[in-house]
């Protein structure tokens, strides 16, 4: 066995300490400069988070301020015009300075905040005012559309006690009951008669009477039907017709064809066309 030299093992060792020393203290080195990067990583992450918060404060307090500034937009423009079959039309019964006035109470909330389903409400409730549409036109401008009544006839339930001098009901081309102020009334329309209810029939049995009349060039003047549903109808001419009850619109064109045959000048004043065949006719003196 051979022999080692004294303090050889003991060089040997303190060699190995010094190198792990060395070695402990270049890992504690690295250890602190990787800390010191991820912390200033993290800072930098930090402040990077930061300013996209600010950014999306900014952009979001500009938006609320945008979207509050968008709601109380004004109207600055208000268009008036008429429909009809979806299509513009003048109008022509409608008071535009009582639609204005109306619509004006709604355009201090601006565009995008007026009551849209309580001005519509409140137009329909004019006179003449069938149906109205309202369209918010950016970026100012109020589009009111206005379907109005076509007046065919005046309406006189027979129940009720006469017109007063304020308002007068109408009838629209589907029959349908409107008031308008006496003032508005148009004198030539035909007066149509009837029970309370009943003026949808009577106006389509006045639109067949008139379409039968025409072919003499007859005008209907007045078109009564009574409790007991017999007809009056009275001529632009001055004759006045008795239908009775029934085959209305066949003793109607007996009428025509006799009207339309030669006679002398002999006025006449009255025709009962109540009789299954022929008529009694009655005529004036003057």
Do not use: C
């Amino acid at each position: 066995m051979g022999l080692i030299p004294a303090g050889s093992g003991s060089r040997g060792v303190a060699e190995r300490n010094t190198r792990q020393q060395a070695a402990y203290r270049s890992h504690d080195e690295l250890g602190y400069g990787a800390k010191a990067v991820l912390a200033l990583n993290v800072l930098r992450l930090g402040l990077h988070t930061v300013w996209l918060w600010l950014i999306a404060g900014l952009v979001l307090g500009g938006f609320v301020l945008w979207l509050a500034h968008v709601v109380n937009w004004p109207v600055r423009q208000v268009l008036v015009e008429g429909r009809a079959n979806a299509m513009r039309v003048p109008l022509r019964y409608v008071d535009l300075p009582s639609l204005q006035q109306q619509v004006s109470g709604f355009l201090e909330a601006g565009l995008w905040s007026l009551d849209q389903a309580e001005l519509t409400q409140t137009l329909q409730r004019l006179p003449w005012v069938a149906k109205a549409w309202i369209v918010r036109d950016w970026p100012d401008t109020l589009l009111i559309q206005v379907e109005e009544y076509r007046p065919q006839a005046r309406w006189q339930a027979l129940a009720e006690p006469s017109e007063t001098t304020q308002q007068v009901a109408l009838l629209d081309a589907q029959g349908r009951i409107f008031q308008v102020p006496a003032a508005q009334m148009l004198p030539a329309l035909p007066v149509l008669s009837g029970p309370d209810g009943s003026q949808t029939d009577i106006f389509a049995d006045y639109q067949q009477s008139r379409q039968i009349l025409r072919q003499a060039g007859l005008e209907i003047l007045s078109l009564t039907r009574d409790a007991r549903q017999a007809w009056t109808i009275a001529l632009s001419n001055g004759i006045k017709l008795a239908l009775g009850r029934q085959a209305t619109a066949t003793r109607l064109q007996r009428f025509v064809a006799f009207y339309q045959q030669p006679r002398t000048n002999t006025r006449i004043k009255h025709v009962d066309l109540r009789y299954t065949q022929g008529m009694a006719v009655t005529h004036s003196n003057d």
